[in-house]
Antibody
Framework: EVQLVQSGAVVKKPGESLKISCKGS????????IGWVRQMPGKGLEWMGI????????KYSPSFQGQVTISADKSINTAYLQWSSLRASDTATYFC????????????????WGQGTMVTVSS | DYVMTQSPLSLVVTLGQPASISCRAG???????????LHWFHQRPGQPPRRLIY???NRDSGVPDRFSGSGSGAEFTLKISRVEAEDVGIYYC?????????FGQGTRLEIK
């Protein structure tokens, strides 16, 4: 059974660092892109960035370039999203999802999602 | 970036009545692989998005056949033939052709 399991909700203060995780199981983790999606309270879905765990090829959406770092450890089937200095505006729920390495297999794109990690940044 | 524009942004529908959501892309979503990379998602409060339809018109496993997707190029439609109570939530279209992938703004469906 394919699963993406994310780390739990966190409350942080502005300026603190944070790393959240997304662990895949039930499929070949290294051979699917993992993407991170932000959803601010009451708002829509925004793509942040993607990583291909096999070689750590990473792409960022322009809005998030330089604001976050995406990484992966294929040995433990886990992808990460991290901040070096959080802001109140980073308060949101973050989802991970997967896409097959090949764009030519859209049936294996965004078919499984993590449960979401709620991040609250408040002084 | 491929801008995705949905309409309407809000729908109030009587149980058993049809509903329709439009999605327009800034450019064609037809890729060189012959696929059109347009997907539809449904999200309930507190839940992750769930993919309903991929590649314009292919329903995911477990999705009722009252849901259908159509369109081509840059114009797409999601239709619900007879709305049921469980259909409430927000519907998003999304293009997966070019990075950065992009979602539409979302359409909130409520029951009258």
């Amino acid at each position: 059974e394919v699963q993406l399991v994310q780390s739990g909700a966190v409350v942080k203060k502005p300026g603190e660092s944070l790393k959240i995780s997304c662990k895949g199981s039930g499929y070949s983790f290294s051979n699917y892109w993992i993407g991170w999606v932000r959803q601010m309270p009451g708002k829509g879905l925004e793509w942040m960035g993607i990583i291909y765990p096999d070689d750590s090829d990473t792409k960022y959406s322009p809005s998030f370039q330089g604001q976050v770092t995406i990484s992966a450890d294929k040995s433990i089937n886990t992808a990460y999203l991290q901040w070096s200095s959080l802001r109140a505006s980073d308060t949101a729920t973050y989802f991970c999802t997967r896409r097959d390495a090949s764009i030519a297999i859209p049936e294996r794109a965004f078919d499984f999602w993590g449960q979401g990690t709620m991040v609250t940044v408040s002084s | 970036d491929y801008v995705m524009t949905q309409s309407p942004l809000s729908l109030v529908v009587t149980l058993g009545q049809p509903a329709s959501i439009s999605c327009r892309a800034g450019q064609t979503l037809l890729y060189t692989d012959g696929n059109t990379h347009l997907h539809w998602f449904h999200q309930r409060p507190g839940q992750p998005p769930r993919r309903l339809i991929y590649k314009v018109s292919n329903r995911d496993s477990g999705v009722p056949d009252r849901f259908s997707g159509s369109g081509s190029g840059a114009e797409f439609t999601l239709k619900i033939s007879r709305v049921e109570a469980e259909d409430v939530g927000i519907y998003y279209c999304m293009q997966g052709k070019n990075w950065p992938w992009t979602f539409g703004q979302g359409t909130r469906l409520e029951i009258k």
